[in-house]
């Protein structure tokens, strides 16, 4: 059992982390699909679904506050090994400050030929994806999908956190395709894990 403090320690660092959450979806509710950072519990399953074990890095897309980041690197993955790709800038400066050796970069996840170009790795295990892809238009969800699974390794999973019952895109026949996950019901809001590959036929 932790001590008291430690724990009280751990309150108040999730109460800052929310309250920061809070002040970005107030400012810009678009960039932010929920009023609350991914829970624990639905962030420890996804990060569960990339494979650590090639050599390879993983491509996380959207890290918010860092709690798919922290359970990522929990799982043994090292900290350079993780490319991080954050459109806010105090979420970055946030992010560089309390996570140190992951790779974070402050950029545009719409661009990812132009956000990575200085980056050393080409092929990836994996993506992790937590912006809110249903709030944008299919035309930039297309983009980020598409362009995302460029990066990884055959048979690598984009896994797509998503708060809506449909995945942001359906399966495409030779192009890609999308398995449906088990759903994180103590997530505040629930949410559904889609994972997409790309169809190799």
């Known amino acids: ?12 660092a999730r109460f800052k982390e929310d309250f920061r959450f809070i002040k970005a979806w107030v400012k810009n509710p678009g960039s932010v699909g929920s009023i609350k950072p991914t829970g624990e519990i639905a962030a420890r399953y ?3 679904l990339l494979p650590i074990d090639t050599g ?9 506050t860092g709690v798919i980041t922290k359970e990522i690197l929990k799982r ?10 954050e459109y806010s800038k105090e979420f970055y400066n946030y992010l560089v400050s309390s996570i140190p050796g992951v790779n974070f970069i402050n950029g545009d996840a719409l661009d990812l030929t132009k956000t990575l170009k200085d980056v050393e790795y080409k092929t990836y295990a ?30 690598g999973p984009f896994i797509q956190l998503c708060y809506g019952p449909k995945p942001p895109l359906a399966a495409v026949p030779g192009k ?3 398995e449906k996950s088990d759903r994180i019901f103590r997530n505040i809001p629930p949410a559904g894990i889609w994972i997409y590959r790309r169809d190799v036929q």
């Open 1 to 12: 059992m932790k001590p008291d403090y430690l724990v009280g320690k751990k309150i108040v």
């Open 46 to 48: 996804m990060a569960s």
């Open 76 to 85: 043994g993955l090292e900290p350079n090994k993780i490319v991080s790709i």
């Open 56 to 64: 390879l890095p993983v491509l996380e897309l959207g890290p918010g």
């Open 176 to 178: 890609f395709t999308v």
């Open 126 to 155: 994996g993506v992790i994806c937590a912006i809110p892809l249903l709030n944008m238009p299919k035309l930039h969800r297309e983009e980020i999908i598409n362009e995302g699974l460029k990066l990884i390794a055959p048979n």
